[in-house]
């Protein structure tokens, strides 16, 4: 072989080195921007609303192997797998009440499917003639919430169409009547949430006759405030239990501490000082 045959093979090899080199390093970085935004999205979940008797949502997320197996056995068409660009977690199970809301089906199809328990059974059951049965009234999807600005019953228009939507009436949403002090004449028909038995199915948001719907299905978590261990329902026995084995020392000494409550109240003085 010539001298300038081999120069061109020796050039035709390296560019081909460095070609794959080039590829190799755009193919690793198109995959390191891709994990990216899997990681990003995949934390991108604060207001998403899961199954029936899913755990919460650190748990969940752990047990859910993204099988899909609950969206297959709902009969509504309800669940859906969470795809790229919608800011959930990829493959998730998750519904959105405005589009389809949870139409609360007796037997609860997506629960007993779920292969890893990221849907608890028992969650959504009751102790019925000494056996476990299942009881979608047990559901805590979500708390839906009422915007009293936007609500047309706040303004004195009467309308009741999530209060006859929803599958529990007159428990998890009541009608509280109210005197109209703008007209003096009529009466607010004011729709009521129970956190105790509201189930977060969404039928309410899904009837909401507003453009948007004013009233609207939340993360339990997101939904609801906590209180914290140092207060205490003194109305009722059980939660005041936990006042018995609380220490009476009195952490905290001023010259009002030293009087009884009572006397200090009685005073006259300005308990601001």
């Known amino acids: 072989m010539s001298q300038l045959n081999h120069e061109k093979a020796t050039i035709t090899e390296r560019r081909r080195f460095l070609s794959l080199m080039a590829q ?13 935004g899997y990681i990003e999205e995949a934390k991108a979940s604060p207001l998403i609303l899961r199954p029936p008797g899913a755990l919460y949502e650190n748990d969940f997320m752990r047990l859910c192997i993204k099988c899909g197996q609950c969206v297959e056995a709902c009969p509504y068409d309800t669940l859906r797998l969470a795809v790229p660009g919608e800011n959930k977690p990829l493959g998730t199970p998750f519904f959105i009440p405005r589009e389809i809301p949870c139409h609360m089906c007796t037997d609860i199809p997506c629960v007993p499917v779920c292969p890893t328990g990221a849907l608890n059974k028992s969650s959504v059951s009751s102790i019925k003639e000494g056996k476990e ?47 109209n002090t703008r007209t003096g004449k009529h009466a607010y028909l004011i729709p009521i949430v129970s956190s105790d038995t ?16 004013a009233i609207h299905v939340l993360p339990n978590e997101v939904a609801q405030g906590k209180l914290g261990a140092h207060y205490i329902k003194g109305w009722e026995k059980a939660d005041e239990k936990r006042l018995e084995n609380v220490s009476q020392e009195v952490t905290t000494h001023t010259k009002r501490s030293e009087k009884k409550v009572e006397d200090y109240l009685n005073s006259g003085e300005d308990l601001f000082k």
Do not use: N
């Open 24 to 36: 190799s390093v755009g193919l690793s970085a198109l995959g390191g921007l891709v994990w990216t």
């Open 133 to 179: 049965k299942l009881d979608i009234f047990k559901a805590k999807m979500g708390l839906a919430v009422v915007d009293t600005e936007s609500c047309i019953a706040f303004w004195g228009i009467q309308c009741d169409a999530c209060y006859r939507a929803c599958p529990v009436m007159d428990s998890a949403i009541k009608l509280e009547y109210r005197r």
């Open 198 to 213: 509201c189930t977060g199915c969404g039928l309410c948001e899904r009837a909401c006759v507003t453009e948007k719907a």
